[in-house]
Nanobody, 120 residues
Framework: VQLQASGGGLVQTGGSLRLSCAASGSIISIDSMGWYRQAPGKQREVVAGITSGGSTAYDDSVKGRFTISRDNAKNTVYLQMNSLKPEDTAVYYC???????????????WGQGTQVTVSS
């Protein structure tokens, strides 16, 4: 299983970006999917998560500005980021809890990260 993240870039304060993360490989289904970020010198932190049923949760720092969504048919999770701030600058990582194999085991996979830079 591989997760491919895309959509990062350089944007000015107040701008928007949309991140995508597509999972591929031997996937039976995907439970939860999420986005994390890691700024220079800081630990990786959760940004948002979404269940297979569409329930969402957000870190307080992004509530009202970011929206997580998913397309189950495409095994893809999105993160719409609006009203971006310089403190949102980080490498953003996606992850997915994948159901795989004949035993239908669950395993978490991570994407490679995509850089988001917000200039002031």
């Amino acid at each position: 299983v591989q997760l491919q993240a895309s959509g990062g870039g350089l944007v000015q304060t107040g701008g928007s970006l949309r991140l995508s993360c597509a999972a591929s490989g031997s996937i039976i289904s995907i439970d939860s999917m999420g986005w994390y970020r890691q700024a220079p010198g800081k630990q990786r932190e959760v940004v948002a998560g979404i269940t297979s049923g569409g329930s969402t949760a957000y870190d307080d720092s992004v509530k009202g500005r970011f929206t997580i969504s998913r397309d189950n048919a495409k095994n893809t999770v999105y993160l719409q980021m609006n009203s971006l701030k310089p403190e949102d600058t980080a490498v953003y990582y996606c992850n997915a809890k994948v159901v795989e194999g004949t035993l239908m085991s669950r395993r978490i996979y991570w994407g490679q990260g995509t850089q988001v830079t917000v200039s002031s």
